[in-house]
């Protein structure tokens, strides 16, 4: 069935169309592909030179490459390690403590219009460390550990690591941290948010 046109008579297509007239006709230097996804290259295009150049470059490089490795052979040496005579003097395990940490975790927004910096904080998921107890007052706790904590973490001392009760209950801020001795002494101010660790 034909399709026709508002009046009933049959539409037939313009060809050729008048706009492809002008059209140059398509050049040698295309690929072409067929219907059984095979690609047909035209070898006579800009871009094949470019490749044989390029292939024949990497074999070169290939070539100097070789070379360079036989030579850089390295002989391989067992590292025998020398122990020390001294030892170490055996740490007072009734200073450590185990305490519940609530981290801070502080984000950077930039704003893309105006570039101003905001800064969110936000607390993690809470965890326990241990700590070497180096100073202890009504209103300071300072103490030692191998984690860095961000200013403003929570923590709550709650046992001693022989398991005596640490007997003070309270929640800790934590001020400002200082490395030292491949670890951080962490000093901590009195706490006004005392969440729950239980």
């Given at each position: 069935?034909?399709?026709?046109?508002?009046?009933?008579?049959?539409?037939?297509?313009?060809?050729?169309?008048?706009?492809?007239?002008?059209?140059?006709?398509?050049?040698?230097?295309?690929?072409?592909?067929?219907?059984?996804?095979?690609?047909?290259?035209?070898?006579?295009?800009?871009?094949?030179?470019?490749?044989?150049?390029?292939?024949?470059?990497?074999?070169?490089?290939?070539?100097?490459?070789?070379?360079?490795?036989?030579?850089?052979?390295?002989?391989?040496?067992?590292?025998?390690?020398?122990?020390?005579?001294?030892?170490?003097?055996?740490?007072?395990?009734?200073?450590?403590?185990?305490?519940?940490?609530?981290?801070?975790?502080?984000?950077?927004?930039?704003?893309?219009?105006?570039?101003?910096?905001?800064?969110?904080?936000?607390?993690?998921?809470?965890?326990i460390i241990e700590g070497l107890i180096l100073e202890h007052t009504d209103l300071t706790f300072k103490f030692w550990t191998i984690i860095d904590l961000e200013q403003g973490t929570i923590l709550y001392p709650y046992k001693h690591k022989d398991g005596r009760n640490m007997g003070d209950f309270r929640w800790w801020k934590?001020?400002?941290?200082?490395?030292?001795?491949?670890?951080?002494?962490?000093?901590?101010?009195?706490?006004?948010?005392?969440?729950?660790?239980?």
């Amino acid at each position: 069935m034909p399709i026709r046109n508002k009046d009933n008579s049959e539409y037939k297509l313009n060809s050729p169309n008048p706009l492809a007239t002008q059209q140059a006709k398509w050049s040698d230097k295309i690929i072409l592909h067929n219907l059984q996804w095979e690609s047909k290259i035209n070898l006579d295009s800009e871009f094949s030179s470019i490749e044989n150049d390029l292939k024949k470059r990497k074999e070169e490089i290939k070539q100097e490459i070789k070379p360079i490795i036989e030579e850089q052979k390295l002989e391989i040496k067992p590292i025998i390690e020398q122990k020390t005579t001294e030892t170490q003097k055996p740490v007072n395990t009734r200073n450590i403590v185990l305490m519940h940490c609530l981290p801070i975790v502080t984000k950077v927004i930039k704003d893309e219009l105006y570039g101003e910096e905001k800064i969110i904080s936000k607390y993690g998921e809470k965890f326990i460390i241990e700590g070497l107890i180096l100073e202890h007052t009504d209103l300071t706790f300072k103490f030692w550990t191998i984690i860095d904590l961000e200013q403003g973490t929570i923590l709550y001392p709650y046992k001693h690591k022989d398991g005596r009760n640490m007997g003070d209950f309270r929640w800790w801020k934590v001020n400002a941290t200082e490395k030292k001795s491949e670890g951080f002494i962490i000093n901590c101010i009195i706490s006004g948010f005392q969440p729950n660790f239980s």
